[in-house]
């Protein structure tokens, strides 16, 4: 029989939530990457094939997953960073500070995103 | 677990840390240019007008498209490996063949919004 | 001060429950203080497992509100301010009876990490001079103290995952050997902890660091592993 997995309350910690948004993340941009190259993909009809689907995605549910991605895709970026400083870098210990440098890199993203769709 | 086995794991851990590192550069630059676009005002003449015929913006984008070929599909085999409990080796040949779908799709990609 | 304390106290094997236990509050009374007193006032049936008290031996590891301890170094007010404590076995390892679980798995893989020592030395030979000071003898220093408790083990994830995987203690000790500058398996133990068994699977999610009672972290001899064992695959020397 299997043993005990370790049980919720024990993976609590700043290091365990940035694996699981980063893996959670990865997975998302994963699957969203033949989605996009699809769509780019279009402009080998012409700009008026690129286009009509563009204007598909002016409707707000997909200006909400574009900007969902944004900010999947800046967390990824600086939760990797971080995992690269431990695993190449001279450090010792977990780099929490780069946690919330990450989740502030996200945000800012995120923010900035927005920011740049209001005209 | 075979000696060859351990050298492959070994080496696609190698490849993955690696093609982050160029992902890490590709993807800031990927960020300043959505939100440049977004801010521009997002149509397909805009966008073509930029790219079409644009040697830095090709050559940059399709090393992001092999990086990404690379990194994506080991990811997601450990994923299938320690979250669906998947075998190894249908892993290795689903995660080739997610590879090779976004290479192909990926410089598709490309070749539509540089050259064509 | 003759408080109750509430104590959920796992019974049985990997299938057993939790049994509620009322045990007396005292000052500065332990986790492991309140197994004791249930098994010598309320049911000497009760297994579980210590030797020094003191946090030197690293045999009463159990599982305590939900996480990986030493029971005989936790303070019952630090962990269980509201009088209530779930006492259950380490997790990731086969369940034998109450608190002790089969431990083999865990040593096995110490074997496996290659966690021997191997010189060339002879006693006859003068003694091996290691400047202090060195990268090697300071990484060695960062990593030594573990006294295998099982703690980070039962905290990992991966070892959940990947029943194979050897676990931050064994591949913690092999990253102090790797460091060894007096040692000569450095090849045979760069294979045994290298792939998806080994250092490579981990994915850093420093339940080992966070979790380990001596503040040591596994996590960073696991990053050194990976490093170093990458570059001799990537060299064709694995």
């Excluded at chain 2, 007008?49 to 399709?62: C, H, L, S």
């Excluded at chain 2, 249908?90 to 490309?110: C, D, H, K, Q, T």
């Excluded at chain 3, 297994?47 to 509100?65: E, K, Q």
């Amino acid at each position: 029989m299997k043993p005990p997995s370790p049980p919720w309350r024990s993976r609590n910690h700043p290091a365990y939530w940035a694996f699981v948004v980063h893996r959670l993340s990865g997975i998302a941009l994963a699957l969203f990457l033949p989605v996009h190259f699809w769509a780019l993909g279009k402009a080998l009809a012409g700009a008026g094939a690129l286009q009509a689907f563009l204007t598909v995605t002016e409707a707000p549910l997909f200006r909400f997953g574009e900007w969902g991605l944004v900010v999947l895709l800046a967390a990824h970026l600086g939760g990797g960073l971080r995992l690269l400083l431990i695993e190449f870098g001279p450090w010792s210990g977990l780099r929490k500070d780069w946690i919330a440098i990450a989740a502030a890199g996200a945000v800012a993203a995120g923010l900035a995103f927005a920011l740049a769709l209001v005209r | 677990m075979t000696g060859d086995d351990i050298l492959l794991q070994a080496r696609l851990w190698w490849w993955q840390r690696t093609s982050a590192m160029a992902l890490a550069f590709c993807v800031l630059v990927h960020l300043g240019v959505i939100i440049y676009a977004v801010h521009a005002g997002l149509s397909a003449a805009s966008l073509l007008g930029r790219t079409r015929g644009n040697v830095v913006f090709g050559a940059f984008y399709t090393l992001f498209v092999l990086a990404c070929a690379i990194h994506a599909p080991i990811g997601l085999m450990n994923v299938a490996r320690e979250w669906l409990g998947w075998r190894p080796r249908p892993v290795g040949w689903l995660a080739a063949a997610f590879a090779l779908a976004i290479v192909v799709l990926g410089l598709r990609a490309v070749y539509g919004v540089v050259v064509a | 001060m003759q408080s109750l304390l509430t104590a959920r106290i796992w019974r049985g094997g990997s299938d057993g429950a939790f049994v509620t236990y009322e045990v007396p509050r005292q000052d500065s009374q332990t986790v492991l203080d309140v197994v004791t007193w249930v098994q010598r006032a309320l049911d000497p049936t009760l297994a579980y497992r210590y030797a020094c008290r003191v946090g030197m031996c690293g045999s009463c590891a159990m599982t305590v509100n939900g996480r990986a301890r030493w029971t005989c170094r936790t303070h019952v007010e630090r962990v269980a301010p509201h009088g209530i404590l779930d006492i259950a076995p380490l997790a990731n390892l086969p369940v034998i009876k109450d608190l002790t679980t089969d431990m083999a798995d865990f040593f096995d893989k110490w074997t496996k990490a290659e966690g021997r020592f191997q010189g060339a030395a002879t006693r006859r030979q003068d003694f091996a001079r290691v400047a202090p000071d060195s990268r090697q003898r300071r990484a060695v220093d960062a990593a030594i103290e573990c006294i295998g408790c099982g703690v980070c083990y039962a905290s990992c994830d991966v070892v959940n995952w990947r029943p194979d995987f050897l676990g931050p203690a064994a591949l913690n000790r092999a990253w102090t050997l790797v460091n060894d500058v007096r040692d000569i398996a450095l090849r045979q133990r760069l294979r045994a902890v290298a792939g998806d068994a080994g250092c490579h699977s981990c994915h850093t999610q420093g339940s080992c660091t966070e979790r380990c009672p001596k503040n040591l972290a596994p996590t960073s001899a696991i990053a050194g592993l990976k490093r170093v064992t990458a570059q001799a695959a990537m060299r064709r020397k694995l």
